[in-house]
């Protein structure tokens, strides 16, 4: 007879325990899962501009990151993916909503250098155009602000979360598809072949990169490798910085080291307004917060429902948001730098006494010619422009739009560090009447976070210079109040009513509205540029949906 053995039997009975457990854990698992819809996420998600660049956004979280430490890898990657957008010569807006429900701004866009050219604004076109130029050059603050908020929320080493991109810097990629399709509009083609970015997007030939190529940014590279290493300080202070300035000044213009060394990020409360059931967090000005947050609070005293789009109805719909659109354009003046200007220059747009003024004088059967009913002066429209929102395991919310302008800026390359500069101080024209030193040029960029009464949160932005309103705008309104999913809400065919509140229909908007709103009065404009992109990340009920905008190629990641 065997020797009874007391351990074996302790063993099987633990394997089968261990086994139980996992059958447990396993059905728990597929029962938590099978409440969120295909394509949605338990944990986290990333929705930028590129599959590559979320993606480096999700690994960072999986890596035991927090959103901010995502944001900031996927902005590093964009900058090298969509460099025409974006990149740390540039600035940024983050709203940034904390797991206790405290929701912070931290604003570093560019600022005005203390030495600026006399008469800088004479120098703004009179129509659309692209601006280039030495002399549009903002202060950089991308770096800056990613320290401030790295320092805040981040969990990984600052040095992680530079390593995907400089690889993808140094060792190349092959040219990404929306770039390369980007590089060979004839505007575009001829605005980098005639500049210094040439030595970056260019072949041996001098004509522009495409469709099989590989982008390479070493310069770039070596300048991320020292960041990560040093920290900021070595833009702000250190041989990068000297570097940049030395550059700068070789092509005209005016920035000193003193001007990166006294850079301050701003940090602030958002602005929260009602809207229904949902309470919005915006960037408060020089941001576009302000008129987005006007517009839908005109929209949602209007009865707005799935019907609504429905027959005539989806005509009177667009009429509606068409006026409030311009009466929005009517006060971009409005949206000015505080602390250079009167601080509450911008308050009366989310006061409802002013909101309910102005819905009285939109009337269903007509619209107006004249520019003064809507205090409209118009000014120039441009684009440009990137955003990222993320979503983390603890509920950690990041909305964050960067920019360094209009495309690839003002056209200025610093050989030196491989970094493309910005033309932020463009945007003060048609929108302001001086120019100080330290101050922030107004803004279209609006990242903002939407919380719901039964919890469900919505991080949302845009990108697309002048377009980024109406975008988001009616991106938000698509989904809260006329029923589409975030994917379609997204997705559909937006108008771009422009400076002149002429309406500009993008490729695929309904005709039988475009007819219906033609017979109302609206005039048509020339616009041709739908560079109107959105990304956003949504919880609801423990499911996160993420959605890119296909109209860059993006796609989202999570888990």
């Not at 409209?376 to 920019?403: F, N, Q, R, W």
């Not at 697309?464 to 975030?486: D, E, P, R, Y």
């Amino acid at each position: 007879m065997a020797k009874y053995k007391p351990w074996l039997v302790c063993c099987f009975i633990l394997a089968g325990l261990i086994c139980a457990v996992a059958v447990v854990c396993m059905c728990i698992a597929s029962l938590e899962g099978s409440g969120c819809p295909s394509g949605s996420f338990r944990h986290a998600a990333v929705s930028a501009d590129s599959l590559r660049c979320s993606e480096i956004g999700r690994n960072m979280l999986q890596q035991g990151g927090s959103a901010v430490d995502g944001a900031i890898a996927a902005l590093l990657c964009t900058s090298v993916v969509n460099p025409q957008s974006m990149g740390i010569g540039g600035g940024s807006i983050i709203t940034i909503r904390n797991k206790t429900g405290n929701v912070k701004v931290y604003n570093f866009r560019e600022t005005v250098p203390q030495s600026f050219k006399t008469n800088l604004l004479n120098d703004c076109p009179t129509t659309f155009s692209l601006t280039s130029g030495s002399q549009w050059i903002g202060v950089p603050g991308e770096l800056r602000g990613y320290e401030a908020v790295h320092k805040q929320y981040g969990k990984l080493p600052w040095a992680k979360l530079f390593e995907p991109t400089i690889k993808l810097a140094r060792g190349g990629i092959p040219m990404p598809p929306f770039l390369g399709k980007f590089l060979n509009h004839p505007i575009v083609r001829t605005r980098v072949e005639s500049c210094s970015l040439c030595e970056v997007f260019c072949n041996k030939n001098k004509t522009v990169l495409s469709k099989g190529d590989t982008l390479k940014f070493p310069k770039l590279a070596e300048t991320m490798e020292i960041i990560a290493e040093q920290g900021a300080a070595a833009f702000y202070t250190g041989k990068i910085g000297h570097d940049l300035i030395q550059d700068i000044k070789a092509a005209g213009g005016t920035l000193e080291m003193a001007d990166l060394n006294s850079f301050q990020v701003r940090v602030e409360d958002a602005w929260t307004v009602p809207l229904g059931n949902t309470q919005i967090h915006i960037p408060p000005p020089p941001s576009g917060g302000a008129l987005l947050a006007f517009i839908l609070r005109l929209m949602k005293g209007f009865p707005l429902t799935p019907n609504s789009l429905d027959g005539d109805q989806k005509i009177q719909t667009y009429h509606r948001y068409i006026e409030a659109v311009k009466f929005a354009n009517g006060q971009k003046r409005s949206i000015c730098d505080p602390v250079f200007n009167n601080r509450k220059t911008a308050d009366h747009l989310i006061d409802p006494a002013f909101i309910n003024r102005i819905r009285d004088k939109i009337f269903s059967n007509c619209t107006h010619d004249n520019s003064y009913y809507y205090n409209v002066k118009p000014s120039s429209d441009h684009v440009g422009t990137t955003h990222v929102s993320v979503l983390d395991e603890d509920g950690l919310a990041v909305s964050a739009t960067s920019t360094i302008n209009q495309v690839f800026g003002g056209t200025v390359y610093s050989p030196r560090t491989g970094i493309i500069l910005n033309n932020e101080l463009s945007d003060f024209c048609g929108r302001a009447d001086t120019v100080r030193a330290g101050e922030q040029p107004p803004s279209s960029m609006t990242p903002l976070i939407l919380e719901s009464k039964s919890g469900g949160l919505l991080v949302i932005g845009g990108s697309g210079g002048s377009m980024i309103t109406s975008a988001v705008a009616m991106s938000i309104m698509n989904h809260l109040w006329l029923g589409m999913n975030l994917k379609d809400a997204i997705a559909a065919p937006i108008v771009f009513v422009d400076s002149e509140n002429k309406l500009n229909f993008e490729p695929g908007f309904d005709k039988s509205v475009i007819n219906g709103l033609r017979a109302l009065g609206h005039k048509d404009g020339n616009w041709i540029h739908f560079f109107n992109v959105v990304n956003a990340v949504e919880k609801e009920n423990g499911c996160i949906a993420a959605v890119s905008d296909s109209r860059k190629m993006g796609m989202s990641a999570g888990y």
